[in-house]
């Protein structure tokens, strides 16, 4: 909680900071990079950075923390820090980083808003900071802990055990622990991160859903090959198709990730679209394995049938449950394909039980779309889950 002084501070200048957030999210990486390469380098994703998705998901994340503080000053946005924590601890992110992050956004803060920035302000903001810092640094301090690590060392070796072409831009590889100890549980929709060393000396990391269940023999991951304009766009995913085969090694994180599988037996409806299917063929795998017996209701959106990774799976999977349906839309169809499954994902034909839990997965604009049809039909926004796929944007765009 804020103090008296800071909240009244933050109130009156939350305008002016939050519509220079986004100058001041993006001096505040070039000052970061300019100071420590190596994080370029070798921690945040090149990528993200040269698109500017990850400046807007940190203008996003600050600006809502900040408003949550001075409008609501009882509760604390846990989702929204479980989101971001689970994302850091998969990088093995530290607490004396957040000291380095300090230092060169309240530089950044100086330098946009000059003047503005007077003692008072910067104590109310120095506050703000530290209060989303240390509730980040207890979440991932736990998160560690469950998994048996230490912050900054969430590494093992994985051998690659086969590759599977599951269709001409995805491939599935499955992986077992290289020094043949017992593989880390997970919970179904977990992820983990792949440290890949590119040609250039880089050790780029990607997060990738398992696309197994917790009991499988090996653990999976499906890729999808990023074709952007030019490097550093999926850098990590070409490398991966281009150059990885059985036998070799990979650097995986312990799994991490807040879109699970809550235990209830609650009528279920999981939606995706894309590769965004991954962490819910985990989900129906485990479902099926332990015996769910409640509404599954299974929703897929994608451009083809030919472009639907694991299609196969994903119908087989939901057939093995007693009470399940599977509904896949295509903008481009095969023929006999039916018309109301033609174009975007919509629920107005499905039949949505009471009491059901949702759990979204794909690119932005799919999950906004079926979150509101969901909340249309009476679904609380509570029982709405999400993952986005690199940094979440979802607050940055309300």
């Known amino acids: 909680m804020l ?3 800071s909240t009244a501070t933050v109130r009156a200048t939350l305008p002016a900071v939050g519509a220079a957030i986004g100058d001041i999210a993006d001096l505040f990486y070039r000052k970061l990079f300019e100071a420590h390469p190596e994080l370029l380098r070798d921690l945040f994703n090149r990528g993200n950075q040269a698109s500017g998705t990850q400046r807007r998901a940190l203008a996003g994340s600050i600006a809502a923390f900040a408003t949550q503080l001075v409008e609501h000053p009882d509760t ?9 924590a689970h994302k850091h601890a998969s990088l093995g992110v530290t607490a004396a980083q957040y000291d380095v ?43 560690y802990a469950q998994q048996g690590v230490v912050a900054g060392d969430v590494w093992r070796d994985w051998v690659v055990a086969d590759r599977t072409e599951e269709t001409e831009d995805v491939v599935t590889f499955r992986i077992r622990p290289a020094d043949g100890a017992p593989a880390p549980g997970f919970r179904p929709g977990q992820y983990v991160s792949v440290q890949t060393e590119l040609p250039d000396g880089a050790r780029q990391i990607r997060q990738y859903s398992l696309s197994c269940a917790p009991g499988s023999p090996l653990r999976s991951i499906t890729v999808k090959r990023v074709h952007g304009a030019g490097a550093p766009d999926g850098e990590v995913s070409r490398h991966l198709h281009a150059h990885v085969r059985p036998g070799d090694l990979l650097r995986v994180s312990a799994p991490y990730g807040d879109l699970v599988l809550k235990s209830s037996d609650a009528p279920l409806l999981l939606a995706s679209a894309g590769i965004g299917c991954t962490p819910v063929l985990a989900m129906l795998e485990h479902l099926a394995e332990t015996g769910h017996r409640t509404p599954v209701t299974v929703v897929h959106g994608d451009r083809s049938p030919a472009g639907h990774a694991l299609r196969a799976d994903h119908a087989a999977l939901t057939g093995k449950l007693p009470d399940a349906s599977a509904h896949f839309w295509y903008e481009d169809p095969e023929p006999g394909h039916p ?38 039909q009476g679904v609380p926004a509570a029982d709405i889950h999400y993952e986005v796929f690199g940094p979440d944007l979802w607050l940055a765009q309300d």
Do not use: K
Request: with cysteine; aromatic share 6%.
């Open 3 to 5: 103090s008296e002084p």
């Open 76 to 84: 604390r946005p846990d989702v929204m820090l479980d989101r971001i």
């Open 101 to 143: 992050v300090h230092t060169h956004l309240f530089a950044a803060i100086a330098e946009v808003l000059g003047d503005a920035v007077t003692p008072e302000v910067a104590a109310a903001w120095d506050e703000v900071y530290w209060l989303m810092a240390n509730a980040l640094i207890a979440i991932e301090e736990r998160l």
């Open 339 to 376: 018309a109301d499954r033609t174009g975007l994902v919509d629920l107005g034909g499905l039949a949505i039980a009471p009491g059901t839990h949702a759990y979204l997965c794909g690119p932005l604009p799919f999950m906004r779309s079926v979150r509101a049809q969901l909340l249309a």
